[in-house]
RNA sequence: GCCCGGGUGGUGGAAUGGCAGACACGGCGGACUCAAAAUCCGCUGCUCGAAAGGGCGUGAGGGUUCGAGUCCCUCCCCGGGCACCA
């Protein structure tokens, strides 16, 4: 800053409101805030009591920002968007006289630290632990009212302790379909030992009672039981890095995101949680919860419910071999001329012919085409076309597969199955447009009515049946004949009118296609070749990562492989110490060698002697680790009781904090963005469900109410030839932006060190101070949607500040001035509308409007120090009062300035004086065939034929009208009047 | 392709079917000052007009209504989600 000729600089009052006596304050009252206890939230019972016969009694909030993790690269403006969205409801509830829990914490298992650790050598704790505490050094300068008791971290061994039960919990659990909730395994056991339930399960392909299973079989059928089991899962496996990725993590050609090395789709025995379990539950109770709709359609698509039947095909030549097949469309049955497996169906080793059928039994192709031997040339036989496209298949990732396009690819088994319905042969091919992971990884191929069926009927020729009746105006559009479905442009996949689709034993003709499908389904049922099923796009959680920096699973293995559960005396399983962090890395082909975590090199960590029961045994632990989902899935409630080791949260208190008074209960409010609508927000909802089952939670659902904040977006500016130059560099001037001299381009984008356009909470800080920077955050627009940020604008919320200041505060003296003396009536309707607005805005998590308020408060409260000298306490006290959400600090400095010894946290919110806030006139628009005309004045509740004379006897509206006839009158009274004339 | 959001002044944004543009930024003008900064006051959607006053205006087109930014239909553009789910 230079210094003008002849002036010094710093000549500014010593007591103006400017970013340096900010920055007093705020350090002041976050110091006293802190040594005070001030935003302790008191628990019922517990360690955590202090206060609570201030609180018993007061209605309970609980607020909540989702969890954050704790980057190296520290905060940008972006971030605290959400949380001072929080603190700001939060401390307006708690002057409404809430007990009020607000909490951070940190999720601060993860990838970047682990891989920044690789990078290193440095062990990943100590990382994440210099960037938590950088990050809460940010969070605390902004004034956040959150109770520091409760800031728990996923690394915390105490917390991931409780991670590791709540495993457990799952593991020792089963669904029972019957009474639709989750129950203990022991519970299972005790059946199935009294013979009252059936030992079902593909442990037992015989299906033998329970009394003739050996040990070790009834282990594993009830093994196959568990919400926790581990399957054969295929993965995307990147041997180069030497772990599993998940999909996020693949690029659409394949590989991996990180180092660009191929990726496979391989299985691999992974830990699975049992989520499809509860799909119909976590679909139901979408309707119990407050959420944004668009949040609630994007849960549903992704469990993605699908009503149909299971429809078993009987193989030709293979007795007793059938092929089920899901279907939502039973009533195309009779159309169906082919059929796909997945490539995996493990059905196909067994039906696959040693070489291709010499005479083709179907009756629309002779000759086998050459196409059906797959891509590899002609003169190969099924096995091998099967297992050269099985690779073909298989080297493809899933994004891979979904990228192509739909060009359809596929082989002929060389086998072929009975349509159950009419018992006409008709062939199996693979194709990898059937996914193994959705309904049995088989399908029955009605090209004529479902259009990727009709794409790969055309590439193979096969034939194309029609059996429902196509709209008169699909048919005329496309020139079609509905009877040669063959000569179709595409399939019909509409309803219509059964055709063509008749048996001995049923006939569909002429059912429009619900009918239909009722029809058919009863004959399934009838003839045991079929039934009705629900199936979800929803897929069971995978939940093994080959990870170091993750919690633990509590399983070792016996010698047969199988798992057991560490018993929970024997929690927390702690993770080893180690210096090198990365998985075992492979050639970038290897397809073969079965991952090695880090965990797997501790030796003496892996090899282990417990007593589970059975005397000491020696076993194996687990060495993949939990994904990072895990330690996210649970935080509120750890919040609730942070330093319980006896219980994940001690139930009284739960039920204090989740219990919910009306509605389901669950948090309040819970803020955060959008990205976490689906995975997050649905796993979260999984696990509290299961603990609801098992009684450790009160709820059905965890969070009651959710909003979704929006994101903060900043210019960036790209130079001559396109490189992004330093945003805080560039000035605007004459239209345009410059750099110095050079004219640069503006664009919008994420805040970023890519887009060189990062602005921290620390410079807002130093220029304006936090007050500031909140009151800006939540006046630039409303709170769920995005916008850009804009340095320059924040000057406004600060000459507010500033001006609200100097209303109260003598800038030289730092004395208050204000008065008793009362306001005049126009002031107190300001005030009083004011604060009726502002209550409301603020509930509804309006701040911007909400600011406006104040704003135009204070201009007014401006108007009335110039003329009287001094500001009358009966506006002041309500406007510091309604500013102590937005502006804390400031806000408890002016309160303290104005004799006040307590903070204003707990003051109570100003009440609205209806007597205020009725007005003796009222201006009405009056309007002639919708137009606004004139302006009147009409008292407060007059009826509408004072209105309807009062615009009358207004000279513009006689002009208006003169001449003319009015055909009709409308009147809302205080509103408007509209003369309709002819 | 399917499913959600959204499109309002130079800018960020206000507006239970009832006076479009609150509030703020920016801009213009004025007061104060030797001058500047800061502060305070006024004006500021576009357009015709000296003014009074008029016309036009919420992505485009249509509709419902006494009255539409708001409700309905068709379309365009932007953002997001899902994507061979049988």
Known sequence: MSEGSGTTSDDRPQYRYDARLANEIETRWQDRWEAEHTFWAPNPV?????????????????????????SGAGLHVGH??????????????RMRGHNVLHAMGYDAFGLPAEQYAVQTGQHPRVTTEANVANMRRQLRALGLGHDPRRGVATTDVAYYRWTQWIFLQIFGTWYDDVADRARPIAELEAELEAGSREPLSEANPDGLPWSELEDRTRRAVVDSYRLAYLEEAAVNWCPALGTVLANEEVTVDGRSERGNHPVFRRPLKQWVLAITSYADRLLADLDLVDWPEPIKVMQRNWIGRSVGANVAFPVVGHDGVDIEVFTTRPDTLFGATYMVLAPEHPLVDEIVPPDWPDSFITDEVSDLPAS??????????????????REFAGAKSELERQSEGKVKTGVFTGAFAHNPLNGWPIPIFIADYVLMGYGTGAIMAVPAHDQRDFEFAREFDLSIRGVVRPSDAWLAERGADADDADAWPEAYVGEGAAMASENEGVSLDG????????????????????????TYKLRDWLFSRQRYWGEPFPIVYDDDGAPRAVPEALLPVELPELTDFEPRVLSEDDRETDPEPPLARVADWVEVELDLGDGPRRYRRETNTMPQWAGSCWYYLRYLDPTNDAALVDPEVERYWMGGGDGTGGVDLYVGGVEHAVLHLLYARFWHKLLFDLGHVSTPEPFARLFNQGYIQAPAFTDGRGVYVEAAEVVERDGGFFRGDEPVNREFGKMGKSLRNVVTPDDMYRDYGADTLRLYEMFMGPLDASRPWSTADVTGVHRFLQRLWRNVVDESTGSVQVDDAPADDETRRILHRTIAAVGSDMADLKFNTAIARLFELNNRLTQVVAERGAAPLEVVVPLVQMLAPLSPHVADELWSRLGNPETIAYEPFPEAD???????????????????????????????????????????????????????????PGRIVNFVVG
Do not use: C
């Open 80 to 93: 605290p968007l959400g949380y001072i969205g929080t603190d700001v409801f939060a401390r307006y509830w």
């Open 511 to 534: 059912l429009a296609t619900a009918d239909a499908k009722r029809v058919i389904g009863e004959y399934l049922d009838a003839e045991g070749i079929g039934a009705p099923t629900v």
């Open 46 to 70: 517990g360690p955590l009591t202090e206060g609570w016969e201030r609180a018993a009694g007061k209605p309970k909030l609980y607020v909540l920002d989702m969890f954050p993790y704790p």
């Open 372 to 389: 059906w031997r797959g891509i590899f040339g002609t003169d190969v036989l099924p096995t091998e076309a099967v297992r050269k496209y």
């Open 914 to 972: 209806p007597a205020f806030l009725a007005v003796d006139e009222v201006e009405v628009a009056v309007q002639v065939n919708g137009k606004v005309r004139a302006q009147v004045r009409v008292a407060s509740g007059a009826d509408d034929a004072a209105h309807e004379a009062a615009a009358r006897a207004d000279e513009r509206v006689m002009a208006a009208l003169a001449g003319k006839t009015v055909r009709k009158v409308i009147v809302v």
